[in-house]
Each structure stands twice: as C-alpha cells, then as structure tokens.
C-alpha cells in the first residue's frame, strides 16, 4: 500500500488538508504597493504630527506619487516640483525603505553639498529607520555596530539584497559609485556642475545603465525650483532643473470642484483676492462662477481634489506639481501672508523666495533695463537736495575716475522705495585727497540736506569705490578720516551678500607701505543689488495706471538729465555656454555706467543702515528720531509772546562726533 493510500485511509480529509497549506505557503504574495505600505510602516519624525503614523488625509496629494513609485508601476523617472513642507521629502526617505523590504536592490540618494548630505542622515533618514524599525518590530536595516563587520555606515545603511548610498551631488567621487537600481534626487534644482563641467545629472544616471536596455530602474527627483531662464521649453541655459524635468512629463496638477458650481480647476495666484488689511479674510476666486471660496472651503475641496494630466504623449513620464494651494499645512491667510511681506520688502530675492517656496514656479530675473527715455519720461515734479518724507535711510554712492567723481544721493523708504536726491558728476582731478574733485565731495558728505519736516539731514553713509583701481589708495585715505564713510570694493557673483564683513587694509603711499588702522574695503556684492534694482525700474507707479506706488518703486526728479538715465540702464545680464559651462555675467551695453554703480553702493550702504533687517518697532522708532510731524490728535505746544529781551548769549558749541574723528590721532 503506498503512503498516500495510507494517509488517505488515516483521515480522509488530510491529504487536502495538506495540499492546501502547502499551496498557501507556497503562493506568490501580491506585491504591496508603496500608499498601501506607508501608513503600516511609517511614522512622522517632525512637525506638528511628529509621533503619528503617516496618513493619506495629511497630504491626499501624495497618495498618486506613492502609487508611481510603487515595484509594479512601470514608470522609470516620477517628477515632483514641490512647494516648502509639502511632505515630498518625507516621502523619498520612506520610499527607500519600502525598497528595503519589499524589493532589495541599491539606492542612490543624492542631496547637493555636504551640509545636505549630513543634515539627511542625522536628522531625517536616520531618526525614520530607527522609528520605522521600533514600531514594527522588523530589522531590515543592519545596525552600525553588526558584530558581522557588514554593519552600516554614516552614509551607508545596509539591508539584505542591496543598500541605502546617500551622496554629495557636487561631489564626482560620490556619483561614481557602485551601480544602482534606484535613486533619488533630492533638491535637484541646486546641483552645480563640477568643477571640470561635468553635469551631475549625467553622473546619476550613469549609475543606472546596467538596467537601462530592460528599462527596470526607477528614478524620484524632487525640489523646489530656482531659477527660470525665459526658454519657453526650459531647455535654455541656466534653466532650473526641476522645472526642465516638470515640463518634459505629463505636468500633473491638482484641480478642486468649486462648492458652488463644481467646476473642477487649479488654485492659481491670479485667482486670490488677497484683503491687504485683513489677510485671514482672503479668499479665492472660482474662474467659472466668481465664487468666492474661503478657507473652511479650501481643505474639503483639496481633500476631495485629483491630479490632471495637461500633456499627453508616450515619451512623457508622471510629473506633479505641489504648491502652497495644495498644502493642508498652508492656508489662504498664510499665502497672503507671505505675498505681503515679499511685496513689502520689495527686494528680488524675497519675491524670488515667494515664487518659488510657496507657488513652487522658477522665477525669471528682470536682468535686462528697461528704455532709458521712458524712465525719463516718468519724472516728478519733486525739488533737488530735499530729502522726502518716507526716506527714513539716506545714504550715497561714488565712483572715483581720473578726472572726477560721480555721485549720487538717494532716500529709501521702508517698503524700499527710493528717490534720487542728487546726482551729480564732480570735476577735478582725484591724485590728490586734499584737492581737486575730493573736497567737492567732502563739502557734499559735510552738507545738511532739507528735509520733508522743516529739518537738516546729513548722509547716513557714504560709500566711495575706486573706479578703474587707479585711485584705490586715496579712496581709502579719504575714508579713513570721516566717519560714516566707507571704502568698498565690487564683488561678482551669485550668492555674494548685499555688503559683507570688511577687511583691514594695507596700502602703498610714496614708495613706503603704510597699515591705516580704519581703512578697511567694504565688499559689495552687485549681482543680487544690480538684479533689484533693475527689477524695481520695471515697476509701474501712477504715471502707469497703478492706485499706489509698489514697493520697491524708483521715484526720479525732473532735475535728471537724460545721460543719468542712460548710465543707470548702461547694463544687461549675459548667459552663455562655455566650453560646455553655463557662464553668466553683467555686461556693458554703453560705455559708461557711473551713476548706476552709484545707485548700487548707495543700495549696499542702506542694507548697512538696516534697510533689509530693522524690525517695524525700529522703523518707528527711525520715523519719531528723524521727526516725522504730529498727526492731527497731538496737540500743539503753547507759543509764548515775544518779548524784548536780549536773548542769552549762545553756548560753546559742541564737536560733533563727525570733527573728533576728524582730529583723532593718525
């Protein structure tokens, strides 16, 4: 009798009993997908829901992401052009450990610089795994201190089947590693290229050519955009990276159903009706009806809302796009809110940081200056050397040349609204501080310009540059001897601050090099002031239909001549490829451009006064020193009759601040 007779003869259901639990043992499970996988596994490790499992309901959003980065979808690159705290890191940290356990292979996860690559580890990838592996119970990840000698690294988080290799991307060592199955592009957009040209991107994908012919790889690249070069398609030098990659997919965004009509659309900033004096009563307007959608409206419509595809197209991969609008962490107040600020401080950067921190877009620098004759044009009617009342900072730029100095005066505003006081170009010779075109500017930094309230103000600083290097020993020798005066050197470059730390200075005097213990050169950084400045040029006030002067708004007097305009516009910004290297720089479209590097150390010498930093109790503060006049509810002080009475005889006057520096020991 054979054995399966007798088994069968021992109970009659066994043998089924048996195929069956040997059938289920062995079946294939059905691949888990990344969303179904997330809340089981991950909990938050900062923020307000810091502890708690990952939910859908926090960023419905990312419920779609999840699922193209799933083992079965067949993407092999998933785009995201994301907003600030929009959830999207988090969720590259836990797609790595799905990978992990699901299906173990290599990952490269690149980040742009050092300081990235150990704020990853330490505060982000570390702290999940340890809270991932805590809650679970699993042990995927092989721990630092593996008596086997495979333990994982710093940068380095080993598991059964492959590894987690987090890299520096402006780092070609780090980008020429082990081949890889996946990778994640982490804030793509700041990657530099190398020091040799080399493109870092090129570098990634390189580590994925072994599974390019079956097409098995898979790719995440997040960021918040940069910069946007103007190209229509992105392709142009320069260009933002992550913006490039969002336009070459299928450019996915999120659409809500209006309450009213259930027209189904984008949230979009032409659509906010922003309440200036009321943010949190902002609202936003349905393109279809004209609903006005508030707030309590926003999140169940974000809720229920869904990704819509706008291109079409089998070369397109998944593409999506995450904004401030979308983000249950964000409200229509705090959007406003942060439009308000970025429009009160009027500088480029800060609108820059608005564009692409909260509505997730490059922006596109206004490099270029607008025609001279329509600056002309818009002129005021305002008078020469008096100060207007809203420049509570006055400071100056000049730019020494052989035969004379340029100088221009200018008032700036607390929402960064200037006014040229004066512009003036001083003939005379400049070999000589104690002659020629010097005292003419050392009458105008000892003069006492009128001001809006009846007063005198003299500069709050005066900045004085070298011009062609040819006067650079008596800039500084000039400087040394008044205070409020500052010997400055130009500095090129993005990244470059307004004004920097200055630095003790040696000059060579008639053959014998002499350390002046207060000549100190002031660096200037004129690519961010020059972008500004040419950017507040672009902005319409009155004369162009506008209900208010804009922040930031450049106020001319009809006392400026025509060349003061064409010098202040003498500039463009340049990109080229070089070599296969993006360059890029300030040219000159005229010869000369005085007056604007003028405007541009005046605008370094207010950053010093503050302009950017002082806090609105210290702006009031400014306004009551400066003597802004009494509203209509203080009362006037009682004026006596006059009297007969000789007037007592003046006291010794006192030195000023300004003379005792003068007579300091040289």
């Not at 329509?374 to 008078?383: A, G, S």
Request: aromatic share 10%.
């Amino acid at each position: 009798m054979s054995a399966t007779a007798d088994l069968s003869f021992g109970h009659p259901g066994a043998l089924r009993l048996l195929a069956g639990t040997l059938a289920e043992a062995i079946r294939p499970k059905p691949p888990i997908s990344f969303r179904d996988w997330l809340p089981a596994n991950i909990n938050l490790i900062d923020g307000p829901m810091r502890g708690e499992a990952w939910s859908i309901d926090a960023a419905p959003y990312l419920g779609e992401i999840a699922d193209c980065l799933s083992q079965e979808h067949p993407s092999n690159l998933v785009t995201v052009r994301k907003c600030q705290q929009s959830g999207a890191s988090i969720l590259a940290l836990a797609w790595c450990l799905y990978i992990a356990e699901i299906c173990p292979d290599n990952i490269l996860y690149a980040v742009p610089g050092i300081d990235a690559l150990q704020d990853i580890n330490g505060q982000k990838l570390q702290p999940l795994i340890d809270a991932w592996q805590k809650r679970t119970g699993k042990r995927i990840i092989v721990p630092v201190t593996a008596r086997s000698g495979f333990g994982s690294t710093t940068y380095e988080k080993r598991f059964a089947g492959g590894s987690i290799n987090l890299a520096n991307a402006n780092s070609v060592m780090d980008l020429s590693m082990k081949t890889t199955r996946y990778g994640v592009k982490d804030e793509v957009s700041k990657w530099a290229d190398t020091p040799n040209g080399d493109d870092p991107e090129a570098l990634f994908f390189g580590r994925f050519t072994a599974f390019r012919r079956q097409k098995s790889y898979k790719i995440l690249e997040i960021s918040t955009p940069e910069l946007d070069s103007g190209d229509e398609l992105g392709e142009g030098p320069g260009h933002c990276r992550i913006d490039r990659s969002f336009r070459r997919s299928d450019q996915r965004f999120w659409h809500i159903a209006c309450p009213q009509c259930a027209h189904e659309f984008k949230q979009s900033m032409e659509l906010l009706k922003i309440d200036r004096d009321h943010p949190h009563r902002t609202v936003l307007g349905c393109p279809q009806c004209g609903y006005p959608i508030t707030e309590m409206e926003r999140v169940p419509a974000v809720r229920a809302g869904r990704f819509i595809a706008e291109q079409e197209g089998p070369d397109r991969h998944p593409g999506f796009h995450v904004d401030a609008f979308m983000s249950l962490m964000m409200s229509y107040e705090a959007i406003a809110e942060d439009f308000l600020k970025a429009e009160k401080k009027g500088s480029e950067a800060e609108i820059k940081n608005f564009w692409n921190l909260d509505l997730a877009l490059p922006y596109a620098m206004r490099g270029n200056a607008p025609d001279h004759q329509r600056l002309k044009e818009r002129c005021e009617d305002y008078p020469k050397s008096k100060v207007p009342e809203p420049a509570l900072i006055f400071t100056a730029g000049a730019d020494v040349q052989h035969d004379g100095i340029f100088v221009e005066a200018v008032g700036f505003a607390e929402d960064r609204q200037t006014w040229t006081v004066i512009a003036e170009f001083l003939p005379g010779t400049t070999d000589d501080v104690n002659g020629g075109a010097w005292l003419a500017l050392d009458e105008i930094y000892r003069q006492e310009f009128a001001d809006a309230f009846g007063g005198a103000r003299r500069l709050d600083a005066l900045a004085v540059d070298a011009g062609d290097g040819q006067r650079v020993n008596q800039a500084y020798e000039w400087c040394r001897r008044r205070p409020d005066c500052y010997a400055i050197r130009g500095m090129h470059g993005r990244g470059v601050p307004a004004i920097g730390t200055p630095r003790k200075t040696s000059v060579t005097r008639r053959g014998k090099k002499k350390k002046f213990g207060s000549a100190q050169a002031w660096p200037v950084g004129t690519w961010s002031l020059k972008g500004e400045f040419y950017g507040n040029l672009h902005k319409t006030g009155l004369a162009g239909g506008e209900a208010i002067y804009p922040p930031g708004y450049c106020h001319f007097g009809k006392f400026l001549n025509e060349e003061y305009f064409r010098q202040i516009t003498a500039e463009y910004f340049h990109q080229q490829i070089v070599k296969g290297r993006l360059q890029e720089e300030w040219r000159k479209s005229r010869r000369d451009n005085h007056f604007l590097d003028c405007r541009i150390y005046a605008m370094a010498m207010a950053e010093l006064r503050g302009l950017s930093t002082m806090t609105g109790d210290q702006w009031a503060a400014l306004r009551a020193k400066i003597g802004r006049p009494a509203d209509l509810f203080t009362a006037r002080p009682a004026v006596a009759p006059p009297t007969d009475a000789a007037p007592p005889p003046d006291p010794k006057p006192k030195s000023s601040a300004r003379e005792a520096w003068a007579r300091r020991r040289t």
